[in-house]
């Protein structure tokens, strides 16, 4: 089931976080990120807001372990971008994750882009929005 849920995280800029996923759209199909079971990778980052993908999966399912930028992470950004953005405590910012197939998940929020790639998502403290 597709699910999304805005403000779970630390926010990031709502126009970084779009021309974010225009980059992603720009990729050759054939380019892709390989996600290891039961974590998130850093898909893009620019200043304090990144693009993440997580794994749920216990094992890398060896027919979706390497995802295309453009045909599944950058539509699975839009959507929850378009979903997010107008939320109404993020004021030119942006956070939430939407729950994809085969056991993905993408979110959009505050991103550290000096930090290693395979460093996930900071969620939002409890009681701060």
């Known amino acids: 089931m597709i699910e999304t849920e805005c403000g779970l995280f630390k926010f990031g800029n709502k ?6 996923i225009t980059q992603l759209e720009s990729y050759h199909a054939l380019e892709t990120s390989s996600i290891a079971s039961r ?20 094992d890398i399912q060896p027919t979706r ?15 929850l971008f378009d979903a997010c953005a107008g939320w109404p405590l993020a004021d030119g910012s942006i956070s939430g994750e939407r729950t994809e197939k ?15 790639i395979d460093t996930g998502p900071e969620m939002v403290p409890i009681g701060s929005v």
């Open 102 to 116: 085969w056991g993905f998940t993408v979110v959009i929020g505050h991103g550290n882009c000096s930090a290693d």
């Open 39 to 58: 974590t998130c990778r850093r898909q893009a980052c620019e200043d304090t807001t990144a693009i993440y993908v997580c794994n749920h999966n216990y």
């Open 65 to 79: 372990c390497n995802l295309s930028y453009r045909t599944d992470i950058a539509p699975w950004a839009r959507k």
């Open 15 to 20: 126009k970084v976080a779009d021309k974010l």
